[in-house]
């Protein structure tokens, strides 16, 4: 089955620093990915849907030039988080659609990231 | 808004079946039913879907109500590795995003 590869699982950074999370389709291309972000105790939000060679779509709420997203080929999208700060410290979670039809959204294990 | 409405949690004991209910009583009839799970601390993980027909796979059945306004989800036989959030999503599957609720947590007691 289709497999989405998201890389670091987890992450410790200092503040004001930048963290770049990877998605990866594996075994097919990905014209649309998804970035989610999911408290402790919460459920999944949509950050941004990225596309392939254009520009991601936002969220309401949702600093672009802080999550930065780049999804440069049908298989890799990435999500830079600048600057980062504390309360960015979240579980981030990236999901791909097939482009060649087979149905399915597909997720990523996620990135715990951690702020200090 | 998630448009479904789950229990917030739930019961069961190991190896005894499992119906998750989900309440989408403002479903169009373009919309699919779509059930994920999230095991802790890992993304979602597609269990299955389906539009107006009950639908069988591997891992589960679903059982779609005659007027689509409720679905249940049946795990024939709970396992202690079926303790999860089960998120049911309406979704038209024309690629746009999946927006998710609350779920529910199912809790397996061995």
């Known amino acids: 089955g289709a497999v989405v590869s998201q890389h670091p699982s987890w992450v410790i950074c200092k503040s004001g620093t930048s963290v770049k999370i990877e998605c990866r389709s594996l075994?097919?291309?990905?014209?649309?990915m998804f970035w989610y972000r999911q408290f402790p105790k919460q459920s999944l939000m949509l950050m941004a849907t990225s596309n392939e060679g254009s520009k991601a779509t936002y969220e309401q709420g949702v600093e672009k030039d802080k999550f930065l997203i780049n999804h440069a080929s049908l298989t890799l999208s990435t999500l830079t988080v600048t600057s980062a700060h504390p309360e960015d410290s979240s579980f981030y979670i990236c999901?791909?659609?097939?482009?060649?039809?087979?149905?399915?959204?597909?997720f990523g294990s996620g990135t715990r990231l951690t702020v200090v | 808004d998630a448009k479904t409405t789950q229990p917030n949690s739930m019961e069961s004991n190991e190896e005894e079946p499992v119906h998750l209910p989900c309440n989408h009583s403002?479903?169009?009839?373009?919309?699919?039913i779509h059930w994920y799970r999230q095991l802790p601390s890992q993304g979602p993980e597609y269990v299955i879907h389906g539009l107006t027909s009950n639908v069988n796979n591997r891992m589960a059945s679903l059982a779609i109500a005659e007027d689509r306004k409720s679905s249940t989800l049946i795990l024939h036989r709970a396992t202690l590795r079926d303790a999860a959030v089960y998120y049911c999503i309406r979704n038209n599957n024309a690629g746009n995003m999946l927006t998710f609720g609350g779920g529910t947590r199912l809790m397996v007691k061995p």
């Open positions: 999901s791909a659609i097939d482009s060649g039809g087979a149905w399915g959204y597909t």
């Open positions: 403002t479903i169009s009839g373009t919309d699919y």
């Open positions: 075994d097919f291309q990905a014209t649309t």
